[in-house]
C-alpha cells in the first residue's frame, strides 16, 4: 500500500494543469476507465491482484452515473491509517479475504471541474488460508464518498482525476472469529484516502 500510495501522489504531482470545462465535454456521453491502484499489481509485496473497472454515463452536463466492478484481495483490516501501524505483521490477518463486488456512482460536478461522488457498493468476500484454501465467506456494504478534480490528457479523449475519499464500510457478515479480532481492532472509516482514476471518453 505504501508504494501504491507513492505512485498515486507522483503522478498528482506532473504539473498536467490542463484546464477541464464539464461543458466542453457535454457531447461525450461514455467513459471507460479505471484507477491507477491496478499498478500497485507489479509489485512484489503487495499481491493485491486489484481490478476495477467502471462504466460512466452523463445525464447533464454536470451529473454522471457509473457502473463499477472490482475485485482484489488483501492481507490486512482496511481501516488501518497510512502510518507505522501498516507495516506491522502482528496486525494481519491469519490468511487472507479476496473481495469481489459492483458499485453504483453517482458524480456531480460543479465550480468548473471540480466534483463530488458517492460509491454505494455491495461486495462478498472470501476467507482463505494462506495455503489458498477457502473456509468461509460474507457479504458487506462498502460506501466511498470522493472530492476532486479532472485533468485532460488529450483532447476529448483521455483524462484523469485526482481525488480525495471518505470510505465506510459495515462489519462483514459471517466473519471468522480470528478475522473479526484483527479487523475489529479498527474504525470502520478511513478518511483523506488519495485516490488516482484515469478514463476515456467514447
Known amino acids: 500500500m505504501r508504494s501504491t500510495i507513492t505512485i498515486i501522489l507522483t503522478l498528482c504531482l506532473l504539473g498536467l494543469q490542463a484546464h477541464y470545462d464539464y461543458e466542453d465535454e457535454a457531447n461525450k456521453r461514455c467513459f471507460v476507465g479505471s484507477i491507477f491502484t491496478m499498478l500497485g499489481n507489479l509489485l512484489p509485496d503487495e499481491r493485491q491482484n486489484y481490478v476495477q473497472l467502471y462504466l460512466r454515463y452523463r445525464i447533464t452536463e454536470q451529473d454522471v452515473v457509473s457502473v463499477e466492478a472490482k475485485t482484489w484481495r488483501y492481507f490486512k483490516p482496511l481501516g488501518i491509517p497510512y502510518d507505522e501501524a501498516c507495516k506491522n505483521p502482528e496486525e494481519y490477518f491469519p490468511g487472507l ?7 453504483l456512482a453517482y458524480q456531480s460536478f460543479f465550480n468548473k471541474g471540480l466534483y463530488a461522488t458517492v460509491h454505494l457498493m455491495s461486495a462478498w468476500y472470501d476467507f482463505i488460508y494462506t495455503n489458498e484454501v477457502k473456509f468461509d465467506n460474507g457479504f458487506q456494504n462498502f460506501n466511498t464518498y470522493r472530492l ?6 488529450s483532447k476529448r479523449t483521455f483524462f484523469m482525476e485526482r481525488s480525495i475519499a471518505i470510505t465506510y464500510r459495515r462489519h462483514l457478515m459471517e466473519m471468522s472469529e480470528a478475522f473479526k479480532r484483527q479487523d475489529g481492532k479498527w474504525s470502520k472509516s478511513l ?4 485516490g488516482l482514476h484515469f478514463g476515456y471518453n467514447l
Do not use: H, N, V
Request: glycine share 18%; proline share 12%.
Open 97 to 103: 479475504i479476496r473481495k469481489k463486488g459492483f458499485a
Open 191 to 194: 478518511f483523506a484516502g488519495p
Open 148 to 153: 476532486g478534480y479532472p485533468i485532460k490528457l
